[in-house]
């Protein structure tokens, strides 16, 4: 029974699609639409009490949490595909801290820009400019930061591409968009380099072809 | 050269991590960083923790930081046979439902935890009056959280299943301070969080590091 990935066409479910398809991992996708707010629906809140994006049903198995399921699919096909956690407990040591560092640094300030700035105009709200520049500051310091470590490293946890990096993708791919905040990337010479080098791996390319979302 | 662990015993993040050591029964150096000083933005740990966070744990060459990363490095490295294994790795069921629930702490719970106990016992530190509104906004969020979660533990007797993992353990820090506050009916009036909450202060790690917990300078 093949893997099913819920939502698609929004970032988060992409973390867990470009994860799988670096493991060779085959999958369907069941859409469902923010818009109208199937996430909401009694039915996805079986699966997933939150209503957040992305439900995985594997077997009998229902995962939720994007992180969580990429940590999963790359520890049991640790075998197949790209390596995705490092060859050591110290090297996975170093992929989990970089993926707590885009969870917990990364993700809250591109989060809230991606919904002000994408999100709400397509519901007809204004973003508050006082809110939009605190959120861009928050992310410059920690792309100051990113900046000076992958001038010293190839990759966020070392010389090696990894969960740390992937799971960069779905959202910083919304800032070389029609965002319109591609300077901040380009602006860093050693974060620009890591982006097109993550960005150009096949499997982001297809993930971006078959569900192009509202880059 | 044994384990280093950079932090403070009142700040959440380096209990997480202090609980997960007791929890492997790891002996460790609890190296205090003063946090009122602003130590931890100076260069000498800004080598060790570029964001200027603690906790930073050392163990040999290795320097790592992110709490969860960390609790998650001891669990691996530090499993013995004879310990509970906090990630179950032995049981894709188990270990799925591990990793489901420890983002469930970390992005549904934490985030709205996070502000209130700020709000309630730092701010008052940095001699500014708590924000209200704030609050009331946040404890409104961990409301919808513990109804998950109470609906969840009428079907497991932990979060992740029928056995404690590291996604009970990274609640401990936020919920002791929970219970401190004037909001700790949230846990009380839901009658399985609560069971779960105080069967978790009987365990022996979690006894140790409540007695460095206190919000003072």
Request: net charge negative.
């Amino acid at each position: 029974m093949v893997v099913k990935v819920y939502g698609p066409d929004y970032a988060s479910p992409k973390r867990v699609l470009v994860c799988l398809i670096e493991k060779g991992v085959e999958f369907e996708t069941v859409g469902v639409d923010l818009f109208k707010g199937e996430h909401k629906a009694p039915e996805y809140l079986e699966l997933q009490p939150f209503g957040s994006l992305p439900v995985v049903q594997d077997g009998d198995y229902t995962l939720f949490e994007s992180r969580a399921i990429i940590r999963y699919y790359a520890e049991k096909y640790k075998d197949q595909g790209t390596e995705l956690l490092g060859k050591t407990i110290e090297e996975r040591g170093l992929v989990e801290q970089w993926l707590e560092v885009e969870a917990q640094n990364f993700h809250p300030p591109i989060f809230d820009l991606v919904l002000k700035v994408v999100i709400g105009p397509l519901r007809g709200l204004t973003p508050d400019p006082k809110q939009l520049k605190e959120s861009e500051d928050k992310l410059c310091q920690v792309l100051d930061i990113y900046e000076e470590r992958l001038s010293k490293s190839k990759y966020l946890a070392g010389n090696f591409f990894s969960l740390a990096d992937l799971s960069h993708l779905p959202f910083t791919q919304y800032l070389v968009g029609k965002m319109g905040k591609e300077y901040l990337i380009r602006d860093r010479k050693h974060v620009s380099g890591w982006w097109d080098d993550i960005s150009s791996r096949p499997s982001w390319k297809k993930v971006l072809e078959l569900w192009p979302g509202l880059y | 050269m044994g384990v280093k662990l950079y932090g403070h015993p009142m700040s959440s993040c380096t209990v997480r991590v202090m609980a997960c050591l007791y929890e492997k029964g790891v002996e460790f150096e609890l190296v205090p960083v003063n946090m009122f000083a602003g130590e931890q933005k100076m260069p000498d740990f800004l080598a060790k923790n570029p964001f200027g966070k603690i906790p930073v744990l050392e163990d040999g060459d290795l320097t790592i930081f992110e709490s969860r990363a960390i609790t998650e490095y001891i669990s691996k490295k530090y499993h013995a046979p004879a310990t509970d294994d906090l990630l179950r790795s032995d049981s894709p069921e188990e270990s799925i439902a591990v990793r489901v629930w420890v983002e469930v702490e970390s992005h549904h719970f934490q985030p709205a935890m996070s502000p209130i106990i700020f709000q309630h016992f730092v701010a008052p530190l940095q001699g500014k009056a708590p924000d209200q509104a704030i609050i009331d906004d946040h404890l409104a969020k961990l409301a919808g959280v513990l109804d998950v979660y109470e609906a969840r533990l009428g079907k497991t007797k932990y979060l992740a299943g029928d056995f404690f993992s590291l996604a009970d353990l990274h609640h401990f820090p936020y919920m002791f301070y929970l219970m401190k506050t004037p909001w700790a009916a949230a846990v009380t009036d839901r009658p399985r969080v609560k069971a779960w909450w105080e069967g978790m202060c009987g365990r022996e790690a979690f006894k140790k590091v409540a007695e460095g917990m206190k919000f003072e300078k």
